[in-house]
């Protein structure tokens, strides 16, 4: 491995998100990673389902997030083999967010976890300076879990730091041995598939209760559940694991050995590692970040005197409110899904060639004309390189226009086709029972059986009537009683399309077109 190969693997990214934005997504792809290092090592013969159902109890506090961040990066050391207690600062962090003792420290630590990150990374943008911004963010985070003042709650991190570590070594020495153990025994088919066996794991892991103190390998148990990984199948692939092993044995013994001996390695540096990172004289160590986190604090603002009337009877009161917006740090997220949209907040999507940068999606858009009016008519053709579901479009394969919107049905709910070529996908409501999507600030409405509106806001509703697998179009309805309304009279590949569009005002027509005299008008600006 060359050293830029190397740095790569070693400089893992962390994002920090507000933790109700977080989604079973995420942590299924911290699932996948440990998943597929455990099937590569093995030459696909252990899973991480395997090493769940056998692997030895290790006692942690119930943060899946760390879990996964904490299994991450012992996959990143094994891989780079580093010795510099600096490479550990990740792992020490996240292991304070799972270390079980002392049980009164446990909301503290998790706490403190992503501040940590936070600083960390402000730290290397910034070098020392903090921005109101940031702190602001982490008082908010500490008022989301804990009470108290943050100056308060990094003195006594600094403190307390010493032996937060040292518990997470031990955490830390704890996981690593149950790991290479698990490995190593799956891989000489020692497994014990008796009755018996199950009893003990499953009354082990009926002694830890999910928010004090779980088994490790049972919390990934419960997060596999999570993110619909049905019990069942977390057995069967264990079965199926010992099976594949056991089969093979001497074949996944050569393969997992030197991994094994990684681990154990890696088990009898950690203490050692960990416990350099608590001398703040070692430079970007965990002191080393909280000293310099308590120094930003007390170069900042005073905060502002708040001011009160005093009554002529009786005492005024003056309140501060503060924000709580908790916060977590994570090295999973999954890929998204879709693409935002350009004028939701002002943040560039893609490139200047209309390459998204959540997805590498193409997008093109052709203005073919505009005709004013009471409900103003911009006929503009946008193609979408994701836009799969209109291969067969009359304007172009993965061509849309503000008028051929549509939804599709699909099972138990519907995907909506907007103007822009993007595809959201949502369940069908019921009568009665709007969906809003706080993202694209829009609101699904049931009519009734056959219909659906879509509103955006009060500025604008769109109506749909069901043919078939398909809610199609008919009409729009803008602020101030202008509304369009689409007809669909015309025939292509044995399909009804789109022959006329009326503009109203409230109920007065002004304005009737028809999209056979649009497509010559639009042949004749391509032209």
Request: overall charge neutral; aromatic content about 6%; glycine content about 8%.
């Amino acid at each position: 491995m060359n050293a830029q190969d190397k740095k790569a693997i070693e400089e893992r990214e962390v994002a920090l998100v507000p933790l109700n934005n977080m989604v079973a997504e995420d942590l299924g792809q911290g699932e996948k990673i440990v998943n597929e290092w455990l099937l590569d090592l093995s030459g696909n013969q252990i899973d991480l389902a395997t090493v769940k159902a056998w692997a030895g109890a290790v006692p942690i506090v119930g943060n899946i997030v760390a879990l996964f961040d904490a299994l991450g990066d012992i996959i990143h050391l094994a891989k780079t083999g580093s010795s510099d207690p600096l490479d550990w600062v990740s792992l020490g962090i996240n292991l304070i967010g799972v270390v079980p003792v002392p049980p009164t420290m446990a909301a503290a630590r998790m706490t403190l976890r992503p501040v940590l990150f936070l600083t960390r990374q402000q730290l290397k943008k910034n070098k020392g300076d903090f921005a109101e911004a940031v702190i602001s963010l982490m008082v908010g985070h500490l008022g989301a879990t804990l009470m108290g003042e943050i100056e308060t709650f990094v003195e006594r991190a600094e403190t307390e730091l010493p032996g937060i570590l040292n518990n997470a070594a031990n955490t830390g020495f704890q996981t690593l041995n149950s790991l290479a153990d698990a490995i190593e025994r799956i891989a000489k088919g020692e497994i014990d598939t008796t009755q018996q066996r199950k009893a003990i794991v499953n009354s082990a892991q009926a002694i830890y209760a999910p928010l004090e103190e779980p088994s490790l390998w049972g919390l990934l148990d419960r997060a596999g559940a999570v993110i619909s990984t049905a019990a069942g199948a977390i057995q069967y692939g264990a079965t199926e694991g010992y099976k594949a092993a056991a089969s093979n044995t001497g074949l996944v013994v050569k393969l997992v050995q030197p991994h094994i001996n990684v681990l154990k390695g890696l088990a009898q540096l950690i203490r050692q590692m960990l416990t350099a990172l608590a001398n703040p004289a070692t430079q970007n160590s965990i002191a080393w970040l909280l000293a310099q986190l308590n120094a930003g604090l007390r170069k900042r603002k005073p905060a502002r005197r708040l001011s009160v009337n005093t009554p002529a009877h009786g005492s005024g009161v003056a309140r501060q409110k503060g924000t709580e917006s908790r916060v977590e740090a994570t090295h999973n997220e999954a890929r998204p899904k879709n693409d935002p949209r350009c004028n939701l907040n002002g943040t560039c999507p893609g490139t200047s060639k209309s390459i998204s940068f959540a997805r590498g999606t193409e997008n093109l858009v052709q203005v073919d004309f505009n005709l004013p009016g009471v409900f103003p008519i911009a006929w503009n053709r946008t193609y979408r390189s994701s836009l799969d579901a209109y291969d067969d479009s009359e304007f172009g394969a993965r061509w849309i226009t503000p008028f051929s919107m549509r939804f599709d049905a699909v099972d138990e709910g519907v995907l909506y086709h907007a103007d822009d070529g993007r595809t959201h996908s949502y369940a069908l409501p019921k009568k009665g029972k709007p969906l809003y999507d706080p993202v694209e600030k829009t609101l699904l409405i049931r009519v009734d059986e056959n219909r659906l509106a879509l509103a955006h806001g009060h500025q604008r509703h769109e109506h749909y009537l069901r043919v078939g697998d398909r809610y199609r179009l008919v009409g729009i309805i803008a602020r101030g009683g202008a509304r369009i309304a689409l007809h669909y009279e015309h025939q292509h590949a044995g399909k009804a399309v789109l022959s006329d569009l009326i503009t109203y005002q409230d109920e007065h027509q002004h304005r009737h077109v028809q999209t056979r005299s649009m497509s010559t008008a639009a042949s004749a600006r391509s032209g």
